[in-house]
């Protein structure tokens, strides 16, 4: 519906659903438009509250945008480049974990593997190792239970007293008994390993306010969704894509035997030269955006060329719709990461050709985090293994939000005669 709009309409049209007026922005210069424009005009806070119950009060789009504001600040020291560097070595070795304990050959449901695999690497690297060490004894559970809660029912009513509702406060509960367990522990102990939730418990306002074991609470899983749930989405529906493009696998084993055959172990530094690798994911992201849709409130009227979207309106841009326009990216149906590479670069025809991690001042801050994370997984399983799908390509799961595929979504492997390039 959306496609059909653009092609009838243009970069810019309104629509009803419901109650509500929504408008879609789309194209480079719609895009622009829209990453540019002044919080008090297109707000996000007015639509994302929705979140409230997962991350909690306090945080996120619950307070002030000054507060906010220093609270992703909170966040910076944990990307920079020391702290990447001993990311990739853990997201090496989970993989490996993974890839272990799969054995020589079975069947596996994808979408649920890789949550599980982005959620060990996740909380390790994101959160600490008192976590990660409980995603098997029943924090895995919890936090599915969380991410169920993000649906588009939840978007319109997110109190609701539907069962997955339920579900959901029950494990947010428990999440948050977890983390104040851990602090208290480390409190007493007077322990202080160095990861974001000691940062966190470290960390002071401007004010000179220390956070509320709440607040830490609320950040943990804002970080952990960034992080994890679209990250694990778009791990799927990238070695999807792969599972159909067998030729296109053999150039990154290649690359893989290229980068790694003395080396023998993956680093920071060796993942920054899979560029097959990297446009496999980027190629993945342009298909199938986790994020189908950004939304912000028009909060005072918009004027945009020679119209003006009204005070109320939703407005919206639309990865899905936006990364298969024929103007910008040649053959859109088509899966073609080498659109990436020179000559072609299609992507840098605008700076918001490709926007599946958003754009502007809201844009995802762990884009590289997530970049690496899923070369590193694909990495090591294709090296390990080779791939088919059971049954036919799925289709979209638009319940959710966050948009996967329809599941159960199952995949054969059998392990590869050929010697790996790691030891």
């Known amino acids: ?52 119950p997962i991350f909690g ?33 853990i997201m090496f ?23 599980e695999l982005t959620v060990k690497i996740a909380s390790r690297s994101l959160i600490g190792q008192e976590v990660r060490d409980r995603v098997d ?10 991410q169920k809660g993000i649906n588009v029912l939840g978007f319109f009513l997110p109190r609701l007293p539907t069962a997955s509702h339920r579900s959901r406060d029950r494990a947010r509960r428990k999440v948050a008994d977890l983390f104040t367990g851990i602090m208290a522990e480390r409190r007493k102990s007077g322990t202080g390993p160095d990861d974001f939730m000691q940062t966190l418990m470290n960390a002071r306002y401007k004010d000179g306010r220390a956070l509320s074991d709440d607040e830490i609470t609320g950040i943990l899983l ?12 778009l791990a799927t529906w990238t070695g999807l894509e792969l599972l159909r493009a067998p030729a296109y696998v053999e150039r990154i084993r ?23 690798m990297e446009n496999a994911v980027r190629e993945g992201e342009r298909l199938h955006p986790p994020l189908i849709l950004l939304v ?33 990216f040649a053959d859109p149906e ?60 799925p289709r979209p799961n638009y319940g959710s939000w966050v948009t996967g595929p329809e599941t159960p979504c199952l995949v054969r492997y059998r392990r590869r005669s050929e010697p790996s390039v790691f030891r």
């Not at 922005?25 to 297109?42: I, K, N, S, V």
């Open 334 to 393: 088509r899966f073609f990461p080498d659109r990436f590479a020179p000559p072609a670069c299609e992507d840098k025809q605008h700076h918001y050709a490709l926007i599946g991690f958003g754009g502007g001042k809201h844009a995802c801050m762990g884009k590289n985090f997530a970049y690496m994370q899923l070369k590193a997984i694909w990495t090591v399983l294709l090296d390990r293994f080779d791939f088919s799908l059971s049954s036919g390509f």
């Open 254 to 276: 290649d690359e893989a035997r290229e980068v790694y055959g003395k080396a023998g172990s993956m680093s920071f530094d060796s993942l920054q030269h899979q560029p097959a």
């Open 137 to 146: 004894t029943g924090f895995a559970e919890a936090y599915r239970d969380l």
């Open 222 to 233: 804002t970080v952990l969704f960034a992080g994890q749930h679209t990250s694990a989405v």
């Open 93 to 115: 070795d989970e993989a490996r974990r993974f890839a272990d304990d799969l054995g020589d050959e079975g069947e596996i449901d994808l979408p649920e593997a890789l949550n």
């Open 57 to 89: 009060r306090g945080v996120a789009y619950d307070t002030s945008p000054e507060i906010m504001s220093e609270q992703l600040g909170f966040l910076f020291p944990a990307l920079r480049e020391a702290n990447m560097r001993r990311f990739a070595l």
């Open 1 to 52: 519906m959306l496609s059909r709009g653009w092609r009838e309409h243009g970069d810019l049209y309104r629509f009803r659903i419901g109650p509500r007026d929504f408008a879609l922005f789309t194209g480079p210069e719609a895009h622009d438009f829209y990453f540019r424009a002044p919080e008090e005009q297109l707000n996000a806070k007015a639509v994302y509250r929705f979140t409230v």
């Open 296 to 328: 912000r409130k028009v909060l005072e009227p918009l004027r945009y060329r020679d119209r003006v979207v009204p005070a109320g309106t939703m407005a919206m841009v639309s990865p899905a719709v936006s990364h298969r326009l024929p103007n910008i």
